[in-house]
């Protein structure tokens, strides 16, 4: 296992609200089983991305791919996610990380969402 | 038009953050021109959910599909959002009010989601 998909969210009080990350983790594990798919979190759950980025390094991998499970790219995603990225950089200079796009920026996410609101309606 | 669908958002400081839930709106009213798609936000961005009922009752909707466009049913969706619409039913009786689960519940949005992260992974 060299490369790591950390599936980055924002976390909620709720616990149930992991739910459909960790389903989101699962179907990138069942479509790419060669990858590590960790999920971290901003706040309120664990791991934060720092603690996910360190677990995946430890077990040997040579990139992080991050994607933020955002619905759109605000002030989180812009402005704090950059900078941990910066402080894990900084801690593993032979890892390789890249910062993907909010997920719902996608279009095949959006037009996904489109068809979830028709689907009952 | 009888048929009023509200996308409810969170919201954010950033107003680039409200991009792709324009785009989802856009989406749905390709998809269905013969309702009404509204978007409405918990905070920092306009219309509230309040407003954009209201809108829509005063436009001639008579049944209001309200859409929490999150990832997940977290305090919001479960607690804020419950409330709000008990105030909009107690205002307006004689409107139908569906309540959907939150958009990154349907497995549609979740698949999508896998296939994104995978995309140019």
Redesign the interface.
Known sequence: MSRA?I?F??G???P??????E??AL??RT??PQ?WVLTAFLEFMAPDLAAAADAAVAAGAREL?V?P???????HV?RDLPRMLEEIAARYPAVQIEL?A????????????????????
Do not use: K, N, Y
């Open positions: 998909i599936l969210a924002h909620a009080r709720d149930e609200w992991a739910r459909p990350l389903r989101l179907a990138v479509a790419s990858d791919i994607v499970v955002f619905l759109a790219q605000g002030g812009r993907r909010a997920l719902g920026e996608s279009q095949v996410v959006i037009d996904a969402m489109a068809q979830a609101v028709l689907s009952t309606a």
